[in-house]
């Protein structure tokens, strides 16, 4: 079967894609307030960081799959419990997000109808790219996200150009000092740059000519990321409020709607759920990709266009139970996951295999075979 690969431009638009879709959807520094823009570009820093660590492990291993990396660092049984745990644990993600999005989607342009309905259709979407291989998801991504980009156009002369974002919501500044956003910095530092952990399982579909770019291509969409991030969290705070914005379920969405009457659009709120919708496919994408690799590098016997299909129907059923309702789902996605689930797989275990890796590899790259995914 022909081998799968991403250009480096593709992953560029996966990772600004991945790392906008949580903020889009949820506004995950709503609890920051006024203070979300610092809050943000701090998290940014300490999440650039993080992701180093991720990039040296694959580094080192010179761009193996995940599952290679893992059990080649802690042996053929734990490492295959710890790959076993990834796949459950990005599979866990990318349930939590079908649900999310499904929600939303069913809240916005679909009220009344089945949520399995809607997941299913997302999902089989998310399965037919999947089949067609990784390589057709990375074309896709690239001419979405530049339609994401003309869409963010419009959106942002049009709340530029009125007066409903007051400044004023912004201050004071730091009333409570840094003291009281730190649990804030730690939240956005895990969600969503913490969440970029799952790219050790894009990374070796990179060609060998062109991973000595990954590095710096990974750092440009991180900042562009962030700087995307910080403009759409200050717009919904600048037209909500800090209290509004904090109350949303879908405070992007909700600002939108306020907006655009008599300027050029009638509405823009249509606009905010193509950005959402488009944004969090690829982010399911990414982490339903990176959940079945893990699981193929475990049964050798399946690829990962043969374990979608199975995994795909097992994960929209469980997306029906993850949350009893949106409520309950955002505060799983933004507080529980941030404080039980997220801290073992990207800071915990990748510090783990970074110092394993560096005792191991510091002075000579792991050699490997080239290693091809089908």
Not at 114 to 128: A, D, E, K, P, Q
Not at 220 to 249: E, H, R
Request: hydrophobic share 50%; charged share 10%; proline share 3%.
């Amino acid at each position: 079967m022909k081998t799968s690969r991403l250009s480096l431009n593709q992953m560029f638009t996966l990772m600004i894609l991945f790392l906008i879709a949580s903020p889009t959807l949820t506004m995950v520094g709503r609890v920051s307030g006024q203070d979300v823009w610092i809050v943000i570009l701090i998290a940014s820093v300490i999440g650039t960081l993080l992701f180093l660590i991720f990039h040296r492990i694959s580094y080192l291993h010179s761009y193996v799959s995940l599952s290679s990396i893992i059990q080649d660092s802690f042996g053929k049984w734990l490492g295959g419990l710890i790959v076993l745990s990834y796949a459950i644990y990005f599979l866990y993600m990318a349930t939590g997000l079908l649900k999310s999005t499904g929600d939303m989607i069913q809240f916005t342009l679909l009220p009344g109808s089945s949520i399995y309905l809607v997941n299913g259709l997302l999902m089989i979407t998310l399965i037919y790219g999947m089949i067609l291989g990784i390589n057709a998801i990375g074309r896709s991504s690239e001419l979405l996200f530049y339609v994401v980009i003309l869409l963010l156009i419009p959106l942002i002369f049009c709340v530029l150009t009125t007066d409903i974002v007051k400044f004023n919501q912004f201050l004071p500044i730091l009333e409570k000092g840094f003291y009281g956003i730190r649990r804030d910095i730690y939240t956005v530092t895990l969600l969503p740059f913490g969440e970029l952990i799952c790219f050790l399982a894009v990374f070796p579909l990179i060609p060998g000519n062109n991973q000595s770019s990954i590095l710096k291509t990974s750092l440009i969409s991180i900042i562009i990321g962030t700087l995307i991030i910080v403009m759409l969290d200050v717009i919904n705070v600048g037209i909500l409020g800090p209290s509004l914005a904090k109350g949303f379920i879908y405070p992007f969405y909700n600002a939108m709607k306020m907006v655009g009457v008599g300027v050029v659009f009638e509405r823009l709120d249509p606009i905010a759920i193509l950005i959402l919708m488009m944004t969090c496919f690829f982010k399911l994408t990414v982490y339903f990709y990176s959940g079945v690799v893990c699981l193929d590098g475990l049964i050798s016997r399946f690829n990962y266009r043969q374990l979608s299909i199975p995994v795909g129907i097992i994960v929209v059923i469980l997306s029906g139970f993850i949350s009893n309702n949106r409520v309950q789902n955002l505060y799983r996605a933004i507080y529980f996951n941030t404080r039980y689930v997220h801290p073992a797989f990207q800071i915990a275990i990748p510090l783990l295999l970074w110092g394993i890796s560096e005792m191991k590899y510091r002075k000579h790259r792991r050699q490997i075979k080239t290693e091809t995914n089908n």
